[in-house]
C-alpha cells in the first residue's frame, strides 16, 4: 500500500491508482479495514485537488468513485460502511 500512496503522487497515475483501492478492497474484503483510514484520507485528498487539464480530472473522479464502490462491495463493518457512504456523498456533493 505504501507505494500506491507513494505512486498517487504522480497525477499520471492518479486516476489508476485510485481505483485500485477499490479493487484491493474487494479482493481482501474486511482485511482492508486496516487500511481504510489512510486510503480515506487519500480520496478525499484527490478529491480536493483541482486539474487544469479537464480530461484529467474527469480520470480522477471516476478513480475516486470505482474506489468507493468497490470499498463499499469489500468492507462487512457497518460502522466503516456508514463513515464510507457519507464520504461518499460528500464527494458527490
Known amino acids: 500500500m505504501e507505494v500506491l500512496y507513494q505512486g ?12 485500485s483501492f477499490g479493487q484491493i478492497a474487494l479482493a481482501i ?22 486539474s487544469q487539464d479537464k480530461d484529467h480530472g ?12 468497490g ?7 457497518q460502522k466503516s460502511g456508514l463513515k464510507v457512504a457519507m464520504a461518499l456523498v460528500d464527494f458527490t456533493e
Open 71 to 77: 470499498i463499499l462491495g469489500g468492507i462487512n463493518d
Open 8 to 19: 498517487i503522487l504522480e497525477s499520471t497515475l492518479q486516476p489508476s491508482i485510485l481505483s
Open 29 to 50: 474484503g474486511e482485511k482492508f479495514e486496516k487500511y481504510l483510514p489512510p486510503v480515506m484520507e487519500k480520496l478525499r485528498v484527490a478529491a480536493e485537488l483541482k
Open 58 to 69: 474527469n480520470k480522477v473522479r471516476e478513480g475516486i468513485f470505482k474506489a468507493y464502490h
